[in-house]
């Protein structure tokens, strides 16, 4: 490899100032290492280089992948229980305006069929103990009260139901109340406001000084009732009433059973005014004051759970509701989808 003299040592390295002759070690340092019997190891070719590149692809693909796969978990996912939990406490939340039929969620109305379904949700799951109401809303129509009433009622026979009340569960809402086994709500709660009301709407001047004129053809005297270019006569208000009462009576009823009172006393109250939770524990309306996390223990316990229950929120608003639920035109969908009801040419009977 080199030639060795007085100023290189026994390794070939150079001693006292003195310089390596010949080329052959300058040789092998270029070409790299040597494997054996001096052989150069040759350095890796292009195939290994696209297999390593191939890889590192597929690792940014599946890393890609996988926080694609997570966000759409937190936003659409349910993080309150897993499926093998036992011993829960099911929170269903009743907020908005209730109306039948089955929205969107996150458009402000508090639909029955979406209701229903986690009622029967929760009654139908072995391992929720008991099911508390979370309820949110200022009334809505009688009808959807009743599909929501039936179905606690069928819960009812398998566990307690409790209800929660926040800022206000008054008309239609305290409607769905009155059945449950036990009635929370805070001590400023709005609720009462036990009555049925029938609004028409009666723009006939304003057709009048527009010179708008309306010709009806009918086939019977009630049958254009309610139609905003005209007033009620003396037997359509007559007959208002009558379906008013009608309504009313039902509501009384479910009120005197579900709370164990008497049907004259519910008829005392049953003014339409409202009532704080305060007041309406004295009144009998209410059980007691307390909070959402106070109607959990009292359902849990109701429900023969001992210690700590698990909670399982079944329609809490999510992530994707927040997202998706709130712009203008969503918004604008919320009110084409209730146009049925809220721009019904008789009007609608509200709770």
């Not at 390596?20 to 019997?37: M, S, V």
């Not at 001096?38 to 996988?66: D, E, Q, W």
């Amino acid at each position: 490899m080199f030639q060795q003299d007085e100023n290189t040592d026994q390794g070939g390295m150079p001693v006292d100032g003195g310089q390596i002759e010949g080329t052959e070690l300058t040789r092998q340092i270029d070409t790299g290492p040597t494997g054996p019997a001096g052989a150069t190891v040759p350095k890796p070719g292009k195939k290994g280089s696209r297999a390593g590149r191939v890889l590192i692809y597929l690792l940014v693909i599946f890393g890609l992948l996988t926080i694609i796969g997570g966000s759409f978990f937190v936003i659409f996912g349910d993080f309150d229980t897993l499926p093998g939990d036992s011993n829960k406490v099911a929170v269903i939340y009743v907020q908005g305006t209730m109306i039948t039929g089955n929205l969107p969620g996150g458009l402000g109305y508090a639909t029955s069929e979406e209701i229903s379904r986690s009622i029967q949700d929760a009654a139908d799951d072995k391992n929720v103990k008991a099911i508390v109401l979370r309820i949110n809303s200022p009334g809505g129509t009688p009808a959807s009260a009743q599909e929501i009433v039936s179905e606690i009622k069928k819960a009812q026979e398998h566990k307690p139901v409790v209800v929660s009340m926040g800022d206000v569960a008054a008309s239609a809402a305290y409607y769905i109340s009155a059945p449950a086994d036990h009635i929370i709500a805070n001590p400023d709660t709005m609720t009462g406001s036990i009555g049925v009301i029938w609004v028409f709407e009666n723009s006939s001047e304003y057709f009048d000084e527009e010179g708008i004129k309306f010709y009806v053809a009918k086939s019977g005297d009630f049958k254009d009732m309610g139609a905003n270019w005209r007033g009620l006569s003396d037997a359509e208000r007559q007959y208002s009433e009558e379906v008013v009462l009608d309504v009313f009576e039902r509501f009384v009823d479910e009120i005197a059973t579900g709370r164990g009172l008497n049907r004259s006393d519910v008829k005392d109250m049953a003014d339409g005014r409202i009532y704080t939770g305060a007041r309406a524990v004295e009144l009998g309306l209410v059980d007691e004051t307390g909070n959402l996390y106070d109607a959990i223990d009292v359902a849990a316990k109701m429900g023969g759970i001992e210690g700590k229950p698990i909670v399982s929120y079944k329609n809490k608003p999510s992530l994707s509701s927040i997202l998706f639920g709130s712009t203008e035109s969503t918004d604008a969908q919320s009110k084409s989808l209730v146009g049925y009801l809220f721009e019904s040419p008789f009007g609608f009977i509200e709770a």
